[in-house]
T-cell receptor
Framework: DADVTQTPRNRITKTGKRIMLECSQTKGHDRMYWYRQDPGLGLRLIYY???????NKGEISDGYSVSRQAQAKFSLSLESAIPNQTALYFCATSGGWNNYGYTFGSGTRLTVV | AQSVTQLGSHVSVSEGALVLLRCNYS??????LFWYVQYPNQGLQLLLKYTTGATLVKGINGFEAEFKKSETSFHLTKPSAHMSDAAEYFCAVTYSSNTGKLIFGQGTTLQVKP
């Protein structure tokens, strides 16, 4: 099994619909992150969580919300999807302050029509 | 603001030629630097990282990068390109004061021609 699992892998949804992207990890790390990738823009941080009671906004959190259900689970929700949220979404996890390497999931390709 | 700039969104080399992907960062504090690779339809995989110590860092698949503080650079190189190196490459930076959040560059797509 992969260290970081994202579901679904691909999703097409309609404008205005609520959608949830799920992420689970088996690394035992406390820190989890959600990024979105757009061509020419690299990866931009949406939300991050350092433990189940600590959730923080990233640089592009508007229109998104998250839930940290357990140490291993971190889900991202789009409350009312819009076309410019069409992107590739990545979940990642990392260890403590002196271990800055991330482990990424395989991504969720979301299309909002 | 802290940032990462990758010069060149697309780089094309011939098989066997030198690969050079450029990365510059802006920071007023010591950085921790990373290179990630993304193959088509896959997530990001860590190539190498610099945290402290030796400034020349060796990674997987024959890649290496050198941290040059005076130039605020962390360029990625490989002496001889293989067809399998074709992918998108991302430079990223974080800082001890940034509590581990990674800031990514825009990415560089490497094309390897036969």
């Amino acid at each position: 099994d992969a260290d970081v699992t994202q579901t679904p892998r691909n999703r097409i949804t309609k404008t205005g619909k609520r959608i949830m992207l799920e992420c689970s990890q088996t690394k035992g790390h406390d820190r989890m992150y959600w990024y979105r990738q757009d061509p020419g823009l690299g990866l931009r941080l949406i939300y991050y969580s350092f433990d189940v009671k600590d959730i923080n906004k990233g640089e592009i959190s508007d229109g998104y919300s998250v839930s940290r259900q357990a140490q291993a689970k971190f889900s991202l929700s789009l409350e009312s999807a819009i076309p410019n949220q069409t992107a590739l979404y990545f979940c990642a996890t990392s260890g403590g302050w002196n271990n800055y390497g991330y482990t990424f999931g395989s991504g969720t390709r979301l299309t909002v029509v | 603001a802290q940032s990462v700039t990758q010069l060149g969104s697309h780089v094309s080399v011939s098989e066997g030629a030198l690969v050079l992907l450029r990365c510059n960062y802006s920071s007023s504090v010591p950085p921790y630097l990373f290179w990630y690779v993304q193959y088509p339809n896959q997530g990001l995989q860590l190539l190498l990282k610099y945290t402290t110590g030796a400034t020349l860092v060796k990674g997987i698949n024959g890649f290496e990068a050198e941290f040059k503080k005076s130039e605020t650079s962390f360029h990625l190189t490989k002496p001889s390109a293989h067809m399998s190196d074709a992918a998108e490459y991302f430079c990223a930076v974080t800082y001890s004061s940034n509590t581990g959040k990674l800031i990514f560059g825009q990415g560089t797509t490497l094309q390897v021609k036969p």
